[in-house]
């Protein structure tokens, strides 16, 4: 099985003054190791519920993917937040880039995918131009069962189908609570086959659950394979975990505030973007379990190498140091091309080197310009990139984050900071029982016009 | 004409406590007079070229685009950083959702697009899957004629289009320094169409030069348009940007580090990335013009509402008060979708709602949940997204961020800091000149297995 590495070099002080030293790592590695046993014991409550979903039975997930293979040009997948930032990184990684303008021939019979996440309505009537009813199925996602954004979306694209075919059954899966919401009585209401988010598996800790899962089958990934990646993370032992969470730990205390994520691959973009999801939601927190405001959290930032060399490397290097860099690097880069002739003289140095093998160079090079600004950094390895190694990297993740909230007395599982806007949302809109919210909205959406220009 | 506003309600003292006074304002103020004095005398004395963008004469741009229109299926824009986060932005913006895969009749007969800039082989290999050499225009694009990543992608495409038509002329046009450079070389020695970037014009100032405009022609945009709303945003006079400068540099003194662009729209996903190559790559500074070193700058952070009220609203609200949040709001989305039934009677007060009308009430309900956590928020809108109101946006920003810069006395032209990782890595392809920094690179990078699990 292909390993994923995790080098801390940069980060130690042996190369990096104010680095993490030896009698740090372990400080910090021993906080680390409070807060996995917090983890584990929340999992074994069945508090918790993600490390356990690298045993779930997918029978029904696989069942439904084969009933459906063949038969749909278009599969939309309406969530937003954690029921979508999970399958967008997927399609990212492991489908062929620009996969929606391949032909049905290209694609092998799978269908194209959208995912309908934002109200933008240019989006939304996008989508559905894209696509005809009688050969679209859509996959509807909410943990609650009541998403704004997604009831909404939901309700477009519901109406657009009704329209469009005799019999809307054929047509929709819902993933949604076990038992509530109004997104599970739709369900059996309809009689459409539905999956479970259980209650122990927050959003942003879903991915592996049939919220990723169902996409990824229905669009041909193995996703078997997928978290077999993810079990062999902690196969080995947690190590590798609780040594990632230590170098964390100490430059989150040293007041290094900002997280910057760089993998070193385009198919990785989104990937760093479920994974600011992750660690921004579960780690900014106001309060400790215990009722005291710390304001913990630092700010995780989603980057891409080597597009952002042109873009955000002036300001790691040069402005306030205020960072740790995450690389992620990918040994072998698949479609390796290697240039043959460069098409001007002044570029021969370039003949015989492949692209992947450019980017891995500039990975390094970019490492050890970081080391001589004086800024952290930490680099995880994969071989491929594939579903074996992108279970691995959500499942690594998965662990570090509420490992490293726990260990500081924050509850990395919960969200309470995003309730008050879509209470204001809901009073906008004259929804009941929310009158009071109303009313505070318009008590504090006052604007004097002495302040727009 | 449309306007743009600029409202700051919810940064100042009377709505926020620590929010900017009137009196804060006034000195803020003149601290961006100053900064703004400095970028017009740069401007008059042709230093600084990007104002005088909205005068530039069209016709060749114009010319190459009705001679190639309709001639082919896809167009490769060859470029990174600002040679390709511009053009970008622009489709983006301008362009339906999921374009590359709308047939050609939808597309009005205009190519598909796809940006290289990545050297990462899955891409570029995948961009090459989707087109024949014989119906692909490409335009490569690069200021100094030397971007190794650029150089690398174009090779390969180079080579492809080499094998695959008799004749390259027709199929190429380049974009780069009036004089100097391999890439001005290669199109001389070649005949080629050739487009200059003003020296004055810095790569991520240059969205409005040719690099923006010829691919945007290509596409079909309205490029008079794009111009004439960039022209209109000082045809008033400044106070607008002097007011947002002075804003920006009060929260930036009193500590907030974190500069959050989050735009209601997905169609300025892009636009978001533009303005973090612009602000973090010009305002990110070491040292002052006069060599004092201060570590200048804050960090741009890209997010989209309503998606990110899903990720990183919690962080915002709950984490460090370490951030400024800007807000652009659409007051009129396209083709809004308005819910006609809800798909199940919970969602019932959705009814009659706009899918857009939804977003913008979210975005107020964001302002408010941020302004009762002590957040900093300013709010920009546009009438509608069209060519005019992105051509606003571009420069607004465009002006805000140098004259932030040259208030405080660092040079925002420049990017001292990308130099070195280029150099190791040029070291490691074992180019001509840089031998002395690849023994430089090979005595830094060196790794301990102590330090790798």
């Known amino acids: 099985m292909n390993k994923l590495l995790f080098d801390y070099n940069f980060a130690s002080e042996e190369r990096l003054p104010g680095g993490i030293s030896r009698k740090a790592l372990k400080i910090c590695g021993d906080k680390a190791g409070e807060g996995l046993k917090k983890l584990r014991d929340m999992a074994e409550k069945g508090l918790v519920g993600f490390p356990d979903l690298v045993n ?42 620009g996969y929606n303008a391949l032909g049905k021939d290209l694609r092998g019979g799978f269908p194209r995918i959208w995912v309908a996440d934002n109200t933008d309505p240019s989006k939304i009537s996008g989508i559905l131009e894209h696509c005809s009813p009688e ?45 509530k919401g109004n997104l599970r ?29 169902l996409p990824a089958a229905l669009m041909g ?26 170098v964390y730990i100490y430059f989150m205390e040293k007041g290094r505030s900002i997280n910057v994520l760089m993998p ?22 106001k309060n400790t379990y215990s009722g005291k ?34 690389f992620i690097g990918v040994k072998s880069h698949s479609a390796e091309k290697t240039i043959k002739g460069a098409f001007h003289k002044g570029f021969s140095y370039l003949e015989g080197v492949g692209l992947g093998e450019l980017l891995n160079s500039e990975l390094k090079a970019t490492e050890a310009a970081l080391l001589t600004s004086g800024v952290p950094s930490v680099r995880m390895d994969v071989d491929v990139i594939d579903e074996y190694s992108l279970g691995q990297l959500f499942m690594f993740f998965q662990y570090i984050v509420p490992v490293i909230g726990l260990s500081a007395d924050i509850n990395p599982f919960d969200q309470p ?31 004097s016009d002495d302040f727009v220009l």
């Not at 369900?187 to 999956?195: E, H, K, R």
């Not at 990934?221 to 230590?246: F, M, N, Q, W």
């Not at 879509?422 to 006052?446: N, P, V």
Request: hydrophobic share 40%; charged share 25%; proline share 3%.
């Open 185 to 213: 009585a739709f369900a059996n209401d309809n009689g459409l086959p539905v999956f479970d988010i259980a209650p122990s598996v927050g959003g942003r800790f879903s991915v592996l659950s049939p919220v990723g899962l």
């Open 56 to 97: 779930q039975d997918l029978s029904s997930i696989k069942k439904l993917a084969s009933e459906v293979r063949g038969r749909f040009d278009d599969l939309i997948v309406a969530g937003i937040g954690g029921s979508a930032l999970g399958i967008e990184a997927v399609v990212n990684a492991l489908l062929p880039y």
């Open 221 to 246: 990934v193995d996703i078997d394979k997928l978290l077999k990646g993810a079990a062999d993370v902690t196969a080995g032992g947690y190590d590798k975990i609780l040594t990632a969470c230590a």
């Open 417 to 447: 900071g995003v309730e008050e806007a879509k209470e204001y949302a809901y009073g906008m809109m004259d929804r009941k029982g929310f009158e009071a919210k109303k009313s505070q909205f318009e008590e504090i959406y006052k604007k």
């Open 293 to 326: 405001t710390v304001r913990f959290g630092t700010t995780p930032l989603r980057t891409v190498g080597a597009i952002d060399q042109h873009s955000q490397i002036q300001l790691f290097r040069e402005g306030p140091l205020d960072k740790t860099v995450t």
């Open 135 to 179: 050969s679209t199925f859509t996959v509807v996602i909410s943990k609650s069962g009541s998403t704004v954004e997604t009831a909404a979306n939901f309700s477009v694209i519901f109406e657009w189908l009704k329209n469009g075919v005799k019999d809307i059954s054929g047509h929709i899966a819902v993933i949604t609570d076990p038992e």
């Open 264 to 285: 070193y691959s385009s198919r990785l973009e989104k990937f760093a973007e479920w994974f600011c999801q992750l660690w921004g939601e579960s780690l900014g927190k």
